[in-house]
């Protein structure tokens, strides 16, 4: 049971890592705060259609993965 724990940790701080910049990889919807770090600068870069769905299909995978480890991690602890 101790490896399972140890691995599910493993993955959550994978996934937390991981989450953090594909959240702030996001294009800003205007008005707040990432148009005060330079989210509201629009660039033809980053305005793909193609790439804004996929990153919110990765974003959204990671997500739901991330919360599924925290589910998983927590009836370990219960059931020890």
Not at 9 to 14: E, G, H, T
Request: a positive charge.
């Amino acid at each position: 049971m101790d490896a399972l724990r140890i691995t599910f940790q493993i993955l959550l701080v994978l996934t937390s890592v991981l989450l953090i910049p594909l959240v702030l990889l996001h294009k800003g919807k205007g008005g707040g705060l990432s148009d005060m770090f330079g989210g509201g600068i629009t660039s033809s870069a980053g305005s793909s259609g193609v790439a804004e769905r996929n990153l919110n299909r990765i974003t959204i995978t990671v997500a739901i993965t991330w919360a599924i480890i925290i589910v998983l991690l927590g009836l370990i602890q219960r059931v020890s």
